[in-house]
């Protein structure tokens, strides 16, 4: 097996290319296609706080 030519790696390369060519590759149109099925799945949606970076010690 090619480590650059990974069969698994392209599989999901051909299948994000695919997602976006749906939206005509349009990033805005593909977030909120994501944000509609969210609402559909029924699951709760959890939004965390972005955690800071630690200080570091003096």
Known sequence: MNM?????????????????????????????????RQQHMGRPVVSLTPKRPMKKAS
């Open 4 to 36: 650059f030519k990974d069969p698994i790696v392209e599989e999901v390369r051909a299948a994000r290319q695919r997602h976006s060519a749906r939206f005509n590759h349009d990033l805005n149109a593909i977030v909120a296609d994501m944000r509609k």
